[in-house]
Each structure stands twice: as C-alpha cells, then as structure tokens.
C-alpha cells in the first residue's frame, strides 16, 4: 500500500476504483467495503484508492461544538488499512476551503483531475461539495461524461457502517472493550509519549510509565484498569493499565498508567502504542498504599492468567 499526503505529488493513477471517507476505526464494516473495493479493481487490472480526510471534517466545520473523539489516528489508520489490500491511501487536508469547493469542481477538479476514476464507491445518502449540494444523481450525471460508473452501496451497509461506528464508541466509553474489539475486528490502540510522573508506583513494587496521547481528539476508554499489550522500541510486551484520577493518592486530573510486565527499560519520551485487550475493574479508592499494592498484586496475576489462556 502507497500512502500520499496532499494531492501535489500524486501518481498518474490507471484505472482507478476509488471511495472516499473518514473509516474512522477501520472497523469490520469498513473491512468488508474496502475488500470489495480491491476486488473491482483487480477485475478491470486497475488500481484501488481510499481518499481520507484528517483532520476529520466535523472538527473543520463545527470546531466549537463537535465533541466527536476518533477511533483512530492517521497513524493508527494508516496502520490498519495496510492489511485490507488497498493499492493506495491518500490523506487530504481538510479545510474550510476545500469545504466550500462546489459539487461540480468536486468531481471534476478534485475526483477526475487527480484519481482519474473508472468506477466510484459511495455510500447510499451520500453528499459532497458546498453544503453537500453533491448528490448520487450528479454524480451519475458527471460519470456519464467523464467516463466513470458509480457503485452505491444498499442503505442496509451504510446503516451498518454507522451503527458500528456509535456503537464501538459507546462501548469504549462504557467498559466494553471486548465488545468493541469484535466490531473493529482488531483491538482498540492508543499511541502516546511516554512522560515522567511521580514515580509513586515504584515505592511500592509497580513501576509505571505516564502515557500522553499523540492527539487530543482520540477517544480515552473509560476509567478502569485493563489487561493492555505494550509495543515499544524494546519489543512486545504483556502489562495492565489504569486510566482515571488516582483516588489512593488524591490525584488530580485524568492519568493514563501503564505497569509493563517483566520490564526494566528507560523509555521516557519514547512513543509507544497500547492495544487495549480485557477490561479488569473500576478504579477504586483504597485505604493506602498498602492495600493498593494488594489489589495490584490480584490484577496482576488476573492480567496474566489472561494472556496465558
């Protein structure tokens, strides 16, 4: 898989099939789309285009009231749709200019000039263009003569798309990590810097490494701790993490910790990413360290007995 940033140093695409969105997640039902997407173009020996947007548009055009959190990162996204069999990924700067381009100049300048499409994947109620005055209708129109043909998809999978969106959301935001899991058909990631905290999990046997997000807008699972896996610069390791506001030691704000299984590395300001696996409990407040380091010593052994079965 090719990834372009911009639309300035693009290759002079053949045969293209082309669909364009956020696939925010790259969940199942996305999976399923992009497999059908290089099918047809293996069909007419062509190439398969997915046209993203970052940042993602609702933060673009309703930047003071979208609380909207992605399930992915360009990173993260980038990383996932590399197993989907894509020919080519191309991030487009999304921008309230480009918001304002007219559904006609859409096609032609945006879609013809640069992807040079045989055929075009869009969604049922799809929309594009100054106030989405783009349409299916129009854009038939516009295949007709500059020679593409445009595939809609059954309401039925674009309905599916967007269930499967809010649901993973509502899940990741409820507990239900596993569930969320099944949707995506991968585990839930989150990439961060790791910085230094307080260094309070070593007084008591339970070093832990302080993780930043990479962007603000990703979506935080809900507080509690979780059997995580941990990819770094040193490997692949087993660890649980905690998200919340450290009650045991009167924290202040939102954490996100993470205790790295069988680790004695220093990794500070590195950026790893986290795959989250199970949801083990609530954060709680315990009566001291003492009893802290108890309950730790539990989950760590739950974690464990995760990971192994």
């Known amino acids: 898989m090719q990834v372009h940033f911009g639309l300035e140093n693009l290759p002079d695409f053949k045969n293209t099939v082309i669909t364009v969105g956020t696939f925010d997640g790259v969940h199942s039902a996305h999976q399923s789309i992009l497999k059908q997407l290089v099918t047809m173009a293996d069909e007419i020996d062509g190439e398969s285009i997915l046209i993203t947007f970052h940042p993602h548009p609702k933060h ?169 896996k941990i990819e770094c610069s040193k490997g692949k390791f087993n660890g649980m993490l905690n998200i919340g506001n450290r009650p045991t030691v009167k924290g202040i704000g939102q954490t996100i910790e993470v205790n790295i299984f069988d680790f004695n590395f220093n990794i500070y300001d590195e950026t790893i990413k986290i795959f989250f696996h199970k949801f083990i409990r609530n954060e709680q407040k315990f009566d001291g360290l003492e009893a802290l380091k108890n309950q730790l010593l539990l989950d760590k052994e739950m974690v464990k007995k995760i990971f192994i079965s």
């Open 60 to 228: 673009v055009l309703q930047s003071h009231q979208s609380d909207l959190k992605i399930l992915s990162t360009p990173d993260e996204k980038t990383e996932l749709l590399k197993s989907t069999g894509i020919h080519h990924l191309v991030y487009v700067p999304f921008t309230l200019d480009f918001s304002k381009i007219s559904a006609d100049d859409y096609i032609e300048k945006f879609l013809v000039n640069n992807f040079h499409p045989k055929k075009i994947v869009v969604g049922f109620n799809h929309h594009f263009g100054n106030e989405r005055k783009g349409n299916g209708t129009m854009l038939r129109t516009a295949g007709l003569k500059f020679g593409f043909d445009v595939i809609e998809l059954e309401k039925q999978v674009e309905d599916e798309i967007a269930i499967s969106s809010t649901a993973i959301r509502q899940f990741i935001a409820s507990e239900k990590i596993e569930e969320a899991n099944k949707l995506l058909n991968h585990e839930y990631t989150l990439i961060g810097t790791v910085t230094e905290g307080k260094q309070l999990g070593r007084t008591i046997g339970y070093p832990t490494a302080n993780i930043k997000p990479l962007l603000s807008e990703k979506l935080i699972p809900a507080d509690g701790v979780y059997a995580v």
